[in-house]
């Protein structure tokens, strides 16, 4: 249990929760406003899935380089606390997205490529070693069904719980872009508007821009062809 305004559900290779969760700090630093940064994790989500025959290549070892990094967030959260793991989660969101460098997807679940991170951070190389560690995922997996607990199954990432214990809880908000800082506000505003009220059950529209981050080459500022354009982030529906 936390004292968290927010409980924020991600898996660090997906990019709308990069991106929501730039958002979610934008708002953070401009109200007095604690989030608690928790674990989904993609490729458990679609373990029943034949990702050869749903998903374009490399979609399989990206989500599992999602889950070997959830498993060295889990185990910085066992040592070092819960406030790590947004730092954390931030560096690990700056190198997979805000560059146009992009390594191999497999690379990403590496030990190599999470003690050049923890290091930047300033956490022990040591902990890297959990990318190894299977049995993390019972954790993970038992954070993944929290989340989905709260909003049915047919989700992908973010999730996001206002007011937790009792408040509402919804996939989303799924975003392309960053707002500005006065545009961040406004939105959640909105946001937490519709989240304080039972009722609410979903918005949604399917085309939708590509993100604007380097890792695909769109940048800040510069609008993306819309599409019905998901990235394989999300879990497949049934």
């Not at 989030?35 to 034949?50: K, M, T």
């Not at 392309?176 to 946001?191: C, G, I, Y």
């Amino acid at each position: 249990m936390t004292d968290a305004d927010l409980n924020f559900y991600f898996d660090p290779v997906c990019p709308f929760a990069w991106l929501t969760s730039t958002w979610v700090r934008q708002v953070a630093a401009q109200r007095d406003y604690a989030v608690d940064w928790r674990f989904i994790s993609l490729r458990l989500l679609n373990a029943h899935i034949d990702y050869d025959a749903h998903f374009p290549p490399d979609y399989e070892a990206g989500h599992t380089a999602g889950l070997r990094l959830l498993r060295v967030a889990g185990r910085v959260r066992a040592e070092h606390g819960r406030a790590a793991v947004g730092p954390l989660y931030e560096a690990f969101g700056r190198h997979i997205f805000e560059t146009e460098e992009q390594p191999d997807p497999a690379v990403r679940g590496s030990r190599e490529y999470a003690v050049a991170i923890l290091a930047e951070v300033g956490l022990p190389a040591a902990l890297a070693d959990a990318v190894d560690d299977e049995s993390a995922d019972a954790e993970i997996q038992a954070e993944t069904d929290e989340a989905l607990a709260l909003t049915g199954r047919d989700v992908g990432t973010p999730i996001l719980h206002f007011r937790p214990p009792e408040g509402v809880a919804f996939f989303g908000p799924v975003i392309s872009r960053r707002p500005s800082d006065a545009e961040a506000v406004e939105l959640w505003d909105h946001v937490v508007a519709l989240a304080g009220f039972p009722g609410f059950a979903e918005l949604k529209r399917s085309l939708r821009e590509r993100p604007q981050l380097p890792a695909f080459g769109v940048r800040s500022g510069e609008r993306g062809v819309e599409e019905d354009w998901h990235g394989g982030s999300r879990r497949l529906k049934r």
